[in-house]
């Protein structure tokens, strides 16, 4: 497996041909089980609906489609409201800051490390935190029991154990064969995926456009109400 190096400050992306996409949204179907994290996390900004873009909807069906049979892909968290990149932001950062031994960085190169787990929640629509653009998919793949293929951590951990290839050298070789999945059949389907973290992977926004050397399609959407009437 090709892992390429996270993505840099989010000035390097200004870079774009914004396409006006709609949203739509996602349910449960053969291909997809949608298990939205936040609001069972009690963040108070959750948004409870599955909202994608709709090359996005289009691609994470390709995707489970490249399963083998009776798998399907579980979807932990799609688009997100700006108010909660800005929750989740100031909720993980000290715990990043603490667990990842950030205490002696200063204060521009702390958030260059944060923002490859937690995007910095930066007010611009044209440069913004990839999940507000309806981009970025945070999934995982369950097989016909239901049950979660074991990838060596859960959602939102903070450790060396997230980056997509931490398994390929040495370790599990079930967890490093689960990762290889789940990562071929998202960028055989046309998703990039965030180093740092193996569940998360995107379409259009900045993060697949740098990885592509492209311009991103997408603007952030940051209230419910710009795009509740599409979806």
Known sequence: MKVIPAAPSPE????????EEGFVRLTESPLLTIDMQYPALGMKNA???????EQVAQR?????????????????????PFALQEEL??????KLIADLHLEGLSAEERDRVISGYVSLPVD??????VHTTGGAVDVTVIDPEGRELPMGT???????MTETAYFESSGDSRIRDSRRLLYHVMTEAGFTNLPTEWWHF???DRFWAYYNNAP??????FRREEIYEKA
Do not use: H, M
């Not at 390097?12 to 396409?19: D, H, N, P, Y």
């Not at 948004?47 to 873009?53: G, W």
């Not at 994470?60 to 997100?80: F, H, I, M, Q, S």
């Open 47 to 53: 948004e409870s609906l599955c909202l994608v873009r």
């Open 60 to 80: 994470l069906n390709t995707a489970a489609e490249l399963l083998p049979k009776g798998y399907k892909l579980k979807v932990w968290d799609a688009w997100r």
């Open 216 to 221: 991103a399609i997408y603007r952030g959407a």
């Open 124 to 129: 611009d629509r044209q440069i913004p935190p």
């Open 89 to 94: 932001y100031y909720t993980y950062r000290e």
């Open 202 to 204: 995107d379409f259009g």
């Open 12 to 19: 390097i992306f200004r870079r774009a041909e914004f396409s």
């Open 154 to 160: 859960g959602f939102d951990s903070f450790s060396k």
